[in-house]
């Protein structure tokens, strides 16, 4: 375990990005023509020149080696929704003295041969059609990656099939990107803004997790298997009395927290903010604004490297969304905006909103985006794990709306009722009552953190997005549906004779239109659920409910429009979603099933025997044995409802690997398999609550959140 007593000094400006390839280190190591067109080409788009790339993997090979890498691999994000990598060493053919050679080469850069047949494809590669390419990301940073492998040069790369179908998260991401910013561009461009060359959307994530202690997380072969606990009674105390949330973070935590800053810092991650979340044990850490590329890429190691770090340090950083009943479950908040190279940030309302014609129109398109693919936006933030989460009193409703917050909510009717917005609400001046305090002006709204998609200033803050996810899906589907409205934006625009007359009628139609989508009041209320159902919006309660969105018509017509997915592409990803749900479960229930058997069970006999031995030495002493008889009775109650549920989930899982059909073996799981899981679930967190701790075989709840 790791000496967490010194945590030392470290210069920020020093390590920051110094396991980098950074620009600023490829002006120092490139010829000033290569190093023009890197720049020309993260830009503008367009392909790196064969000779160039020549260059730029010599010098990559070099600093690596000086910074002690022996391997470079293609860092590539498959439709696991976690990161893969193939490890292979710079040696290449020694010497005719025997002296070995180390060489780098373009091809090798810029592509490589990984298995696509290995990974999950949706029927897109079969086992025999084995083939598939990484190809280098010339916008996302080369960086060192240390691990006890040795130091690694990883290559950011997207991941395609042989026949150009994108099988990774990264591929969409960029096509999406590129839509956006060309759609979002002739907006600009419309409103004057000609010397602006590129939009990028920026994206911050905010992470949430767990640590617990590690001894204690093996010995829990439900978070070793599935990433939560299926088992465990409620403690005496959880997060009821509210003083985790920001608290004084322990030194055991502290510990970690810096040394995870010190390893993100290094591969220029921009990690921000720390602090204790609400629940026992729960944390949070928030980066500064990236490229939405970027920031994917640097979230992937964030929950690399808190996994890495927590382990030096004796513990086990949990992303699973739920991973303890009963308290907070874990998301990861999605902060998206969008950026002109020349510096304006296209959500910036301004001082006057109401006058600010070019944030109307963009406010309105997102609106009209949000609510014509309210589906499709859910469904980016659905997983397993999210089920447990969505909708609970933690996490924003399952249900799609758009928080705007009093300012602009009043801005909005202003439009729709009037045509005309006059004036804008101001936030005033904070009164504290305390004269020695220093007057601050409140924003123009409040905040809520009840909205699944929430605006925050200049921002937009979609807050669904579950712990374990990648971003990568829920910024695709973000940038798509907003690139669509632009586009019907920009084109009525570019017809019209009379600009300031059309972009006027685009917003009020738009806003007029689309406000049901529109909603500042508390999302966790049953109200909003019956208001939400009346007002048309969709309410897709769970994963599989939300999976066969990507595959209608209107999301077809989206995405090939734009060049972000085929119907094939979409096809196989529905595949990959409804097996992956089924599977998941189907795990969890073993798991479980495993768990009843050959602990709990023998844990309860243990005690049944104890009890049973107790009552008989009571009653020859000729005492009144009725208090051990009592507990007796319950003990074997929960054994006997234990083993029938226990034996009622084995036989419902058997019977799902008789459904070849994935979307029916999905349901089959969810709708029967599930509801075994609770039922065996009950009896058994029951039991803990009776048997001596000293023999329940598991660590406890209270034992896990309170113990690090």
């Known amino acids: 375990m790791k000496d967490y007593s010194e945590c030392g000094r470290i210069n920020i400006e020093e390590i920051f990005a110094s396991k980098v390839f950074t620009l600023d280190k490829m002006k120092e190591r490139l010829p000033a023509d290569v190093y023009e067109e890197i720049l020309k080409v993260n830009r503008e788009g367009g392909e790196l020149s064969y000779s160039s790339a020549e260059t730029v993997a010599n010098a990559m090979k070099e600093w690596a080696i000086a910074q002690g890498a022996t391997h470079y691999t293609h860092w590539f994000q498959p439709l696991t929704g976690i990161t893969a990598e193939k490890h292979d060493s ?31 494809s949706g029927g897109l590669r079969s086992t025999f059609e084995a083939r598939g390419y990484t190809v280098w990301d010339t916008t996302s940073p080369a960086f060192i990656k240390e691990a ?109 927290m810096n040394d995870l800053n010190v390893e993100l810092w290094k591969l220029g991650v921009t990690a921000k903010t720390q602090h204790n979340e609400v629940a026992p044990a729960q944390h949070e850490l928030a980066p500064i604004y990236e490229e939405a590329n970027i920031a994917t890429d640097h979230n992937q190691l964030v929950m690399e490297t808190m996994k ?97 917050g009093e300012q602009l909510d009043d801005v909005v009717r202003q439009l729709v009722e009037t045509g005309e917005a006059s004036r804008s609400l101001e936030g005033g001046v904070l009164q504290t009552g305390v004269s020695t305090l220093i007057d601050v002006e409140k924003d123009g709204t409040d905040r809520n953190r009840t909205s699944p998609f929430a605006f925050t200033g200049n921002k937009f803050e979609f807050r669904s997005v579950g712990s374990s996810d990648s971003i990568a899906s829920p910024n695709t589907i973000l940038n798509a549906i907003v690139a669509e409205a632009f586009c019907e934006a920009a084109d009525r625009i570019d017809a019209a004779e009379n600009f300031d007359n059309e972009v006027h009628d685009i917003i009020k139609e738009f806003l007029a239109k689309h406000q049901r989508i529109i909603f500042n009041g508390d999302g966790y209320s049953e109200e909003w659920v019956k208001e939400a159902e009346r007002r048309g919006l969709p309410n897709l309660r769970n994963m599989v409910d939300a999976v066969d969105t990507l595959t209608t018509p209107k999301a077809i017509a989206l995405f090939e429009k734009f060049g972000i997915f085929t119907r094939a592409e979409l096809e196989s990803r529905e595949e990959i979603l ?131």
């Open 148 to 256: 006890s492998t040795g130091p690694i040069l990883c290559i950011p790369t997207a991941f395609c099939s042989y026949t150009g179908e994108a099988l990774d998260k990264k591929t969409p991401l960029l096509r999406s990107l590129e839509a956006i910013n060309e759609q979002a561009l002739r907006i600009v461009h419309a409103f004057g803004n000609t010397e602006a060359k590129k939009v990028s959307v920026s994206v911050g994530a905010e992470q949430e997790y767990f640590l617990i202690d590690r001894e204690n997380y093996l010995k829990r072969d439900d978070l070793v298997f599935t990433g939560r606990t299926l088992f465990g009674a409620q403690p005496p105390k959880g997060q009821e009395m509210d003083d985790h949330y920001f608290g004084v973070i322990r030194e055991r935590v502290g510990a970690f």
């Open 308 to 404: 890495r770090v927590a382990f030096e340090h004796g513990l086990t950083c949990l992303l699973h969304e739920k991973p303890f009943a009963g308290v907070n479950g874990s998301g990861k908040h999605n902060n998206w905006s969008l950026v002109t190279d020349n510096g304006v940030n296209l959500l910036d309302p301004g001082n006057t909103p109401n006058e600010n014609i070019q944030f109307l129109l963009i406010l309105a398109c997102i609106i009209k985006a949000v609510d014509t693919h309210a589906d499709l936006l859910r469904q980016s933030a659905s997983d397993v794990g999210n089920d447990h989460r969505l909708g609970a009193s933690e996490a924003p409703p399952a249900i799609m709306s758009v928080f705007l």
């Open 578 to 708: 409804y097996e992956s749900y089924a599977k998941t479960i189907n795990i969890e229930a073993l798991t479980m099933i495993s768990m009843v058997s050959k602990k709990f069970i023998p844990a309860g006999i243990r005690y049944s025997k104890l009890l049973s031995d107790t009552v008989n030495a009571v009653e020859n002493a000729g005492t009144d044995p009725s208090v051990q008889s009592r507990i007796l009775d319950r003990v074997q109650t929960r054994l006997d409802l234990m083993y029938k549920a226990m034996e009622r989930l084995s036989e419902v899982e058997k019977k799902g690997h008789s459904i070849t059909d994935a979307k029916e073996r999905a349901f089959y799981y969810r709708d029967v398999v599930r509801a075994a899981m609770d039922e065996l679930r009950t009896p058994t967190d029951e039991l803990e609550t009776l048997v001596d701790e000293q023999l329940w075989p598991v660590p406890t709840y209270g034992d896990m959140l309170f113990e690090v």
């Open 90 to 120: 710079f040696v290449t053919h020694p010497k005719s003295d025997g002296k070995m050679l180390l060489s780098f080469s373009a091809k090798e850069l810029i592509k490589g041969e990984p298995d696509a047949s290995s990974f999950p």
